[in-house]
């Protein structure tokens, strides 16, 4: 069983940058694709991106793409989410995942889900 933690949001302005960070504990988290997700109240879990377990492939949303990177160091280290130029339509909770399948944007593909972490952009 992976157990995920995210850290790093916060309250940001329009323009601002933040880095979130998903850390695994349990299995190592080696050997899964990971994503991040979103979501606001009423609405439903967002694709945002996803990386595969080598970190050598990603995938983003076309809404966060040129804007946001998701990396990891290597197989084993946190994956991060980079966020730059943020929105206000960009606030949400943000949500790590893991995936035993290939790098993909279903979320029902993800089977391993942290707690979140909110993002609030200002205006």
């Known amino acids: 069983q992976v157990q995920l933690v995210e850290s790093g949001g916060g309250l940001v302005q329009a323009g601002g940058s933040l880095r979130l960070s998903c850390t695994a504990s349990g299995r190592a988290f080696s050997n899964f694709a990971a994503g991040w997700f979103r979501q606001v109240p009423g609405k439903e879990r967002e694709f945002v991106a996803s990386?595969?377990?080598?970190?050598?492939?990603?995938f983003y949303d076309d809404s966060v793409k040129g804007r946001f990177a998701i990396f990891r160091d290597s197989a084993k280290s946190p994956v991060y989410l980079q966020m730059n130029s943020l929105k206000p339509e960009d606030a949400a909770v943000y949500y790590c995942a893991s995936s035993s399948a290939a790098i993909n944007r279903d979320r029902y593909q993800y089977n391993n889900w942290g707690q979140g972490t909110q993002v609030t952009v200002s205006s």
């Open positions: 990386i595969s377990w080598s970190g050598g492939w990603t």
